[in-house]
C-alpha cells in the first residue's frame, strides 16, 4: 500500500566523492514496509515554489519486509533540484516522501536458476536491499547470481566491501567489477576492465533458465538489453529499472 510520510535524515556519510549514503527513519516512528527492489519518491518545491518529486531506490537490506530505516543512495547531478536538497540536507530535517513503487523485484519461479544483477553507479541499491532474500534463494533453492557492477574506478564501486563480503561467504554468488577507466590497484579474481556487457557472452547466457536485472544509466541499460536479447535472452527474463528524472 503506498503511503505518504515524513522522513529524519538520521545518519549519512559520503560514499564516493559525488555519492551520499543517506539512512531516514520515518518521522512517525513508524516502520517503513516495501519489497526489496522498490523505490521511494521525495516530494519537494523548486525555488518558485512549484512542487516536483524524485525517485530513489531503496537500499536498506530487507530481512522481513520491513525496515527501521530507510537507506539510500544518492548520486549528485550537476545543477539538479533534488541534489541541492538530499546532498545539503542536515541530520535531524525532514523531508516529505510516498512509497513504495515499483516491481523490480527479485521473482522466485522454478525456470529462474541463475540471476544476472546488472548496474551502474547508484543502481547497485536495490541488489544491496535484495541480498537476504538472495541468501534465502541460495539456501533454501541453490539458486546462482552474478553481479556486474560498472564503474569507472575503484572508487566509485559503491558499497563493493558488502557486495564482496557476501560473495566470500557464497560460492553460489559472483561479484564482477566492471571498470571502464582505471583497474584496481589490487585487482579481485572477477575484476573486468571495461563495461559490464563484455563480461555477459563469457558467462553463456542460457534462455530457458537465465534472468538478468538491469538498473541505473538509461544507456548502459539499452546497450545491454539489446546485447541480452541478441544472446538469446528472451524479453520476458530481462527486467528493467532506469534512472531517469521522474519531474
Ligand atoms: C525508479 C527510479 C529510481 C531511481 N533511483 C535513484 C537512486 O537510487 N539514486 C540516485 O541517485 N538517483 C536515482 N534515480 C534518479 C533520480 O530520481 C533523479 O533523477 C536524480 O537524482 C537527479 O535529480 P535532480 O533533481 O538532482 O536533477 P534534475 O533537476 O532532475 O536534473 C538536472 C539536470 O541534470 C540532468 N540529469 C538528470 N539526471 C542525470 C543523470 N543521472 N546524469 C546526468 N545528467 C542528469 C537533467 O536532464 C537536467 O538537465 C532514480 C530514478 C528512477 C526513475
Not at 536498506?60 to 525496515?67: R, S, V
Not at 519461479?109 to 536495490?126: K, M, V
Request: charged share 20%; glycine share 8%; net charge negative.
Amino acid at each position: 500500500m503506498i503511503e505518504h510520510f515524513q522522513l529524519k535524515l538520521a545518519d549519512s556519510h559520503m560514499l564516493a566523492p559525488r555519492v551520499r549514503h543517506l539512512a531516514f527513519e520515518r518521522a512517525d516512528g513508524a516502520p517503513f514496509k516495501y519489497m526489496p527492489g522498490q523505490f521511494i519518491q521525495i516530494h519537494f518545491n523548486y525555488d518558485d515554489g512549484k512542487p516536483t518529486k524524485r525517485s530513489y531506490s531503496v537500499g536498506t537490506p530487507n530481512h522481513d519486509g520491513a525496515a527501521g530505516r530507510l537507506e539510500l543512495a544518492v548520486s549528485f547531478v550537476e545543477g539538479g533540484a533534488a541534489t541541492q536538497l538530499l546532498g545539503n540536507l542536515p541530520h535531524g530535517d525532514s523531508i516529505e516522501a510516498s512509497g513504495p513503487y515499483g516491481r523490480f523485484c527479485l521473482l522466485n519461479e522454478d525456470a529462474n536458476q541463475r540471476y544476472f544483477l546488472i548496474a551502474t553507479g547508484t543502481g547497485i541499491t536495490p541488489y544491496r536491499a535484495m541480498l537476504p532474500s538472495i541468501e534465502k534463494l541460495i539456501a533454501t533453492r541453490g539458486r546462482k547470481f552474478a553481479l556486474l557492477y560498472g564503474a569507472r574506478n575503484e572508487h566509485e564501486l559503491l558499497y563493493a566491501d558488502q557486495f564482496e563480503a557476501f560473495a566470500s561467504q557464497h560460492p553460489e554468488f559472483t561479484f564482477h567489477a566492471c571498470l571502464s577507466r582505471t583497474a584496481r590497484a589490487t585487482p579481485h579474481p572477477h575484476d573486468h576492465h571495461g563495461h559490464v556487457q563484455e563480461v555477459l557472452p563469457e558467462l553463456l547466457p542460457d534462455p530457458e533458465h537465465d534472468i538478468a536485472y538491469l538498473c541505473g544509466n538509461p544507456n548502459m541499460i539499452d546497450a545491454t538489453f539489446t546485447q541480452l536479447k541478441e544472446l538469446g535472452l528472451p524479453i520476458k527474463n530481462i527486467r528493467r529499472e532506469k534512472y531517469v528524472s521522474s519531474r
